[in-house]
């Protein structure tokens, strides 16, 4: 049984910087994809952030060059980096991985921007 607990989340005003972990058990996470979701009031669950087990990345066009995923020296560890925050970051954002075919997800965190 996987599970995934974030933490992290808040409230930061516009332009502010959070940053974002989330912690793996019951495997080992870096053989295996991870990936930040969110999913604001209204809309659909978008990804924001995946990171491969080689370590490529990938980001989605409205968070490139503001957020960086990357993994922990903990191997159950990954993290998501937030910089220059804006309002339209405002969301619960949400872990995930697959393993053997199974999509595990955490509960989520949320991030406020608001001034």
């Known amino acids: 049984q996987v599970q995934l607990v974030e933490s992290g989340g808040g409230l930061v005003q516009p332009g502010g910087s959070l940053r974002l972990s989330c912690a793996a058990s019951?495997?080992?996470?870096?053989?295996?994809?991870m990936g930040w979701y969110r999913h604001a009031p209204g809309k659909e669950r978008d990804m924001v952030a995946t990171?491969?087990?080689?370590?490529?990345?990938n980001y989605a066009d409205s968070v490139k060059g503001r957020f960086t995923i990357s993994r922990g020296n903990a191997e159950n560890m990954v993290y998501l980096q937030m910089n220059s925050l804006k309002p339209e970051d405002t969301a619960v954002y949400s872990c995930n991985t697959v393993v053997r075919g199974i999509a595990y997800w955490g509960k989520g965190t949320l991030v406020t921007v608001s001034s």
């Open positions: 990171i491969t087990s080689g370590g490529s990345t």
């Open positions: 019951g495997t080992i996470c870096s053989i295996y994809a």
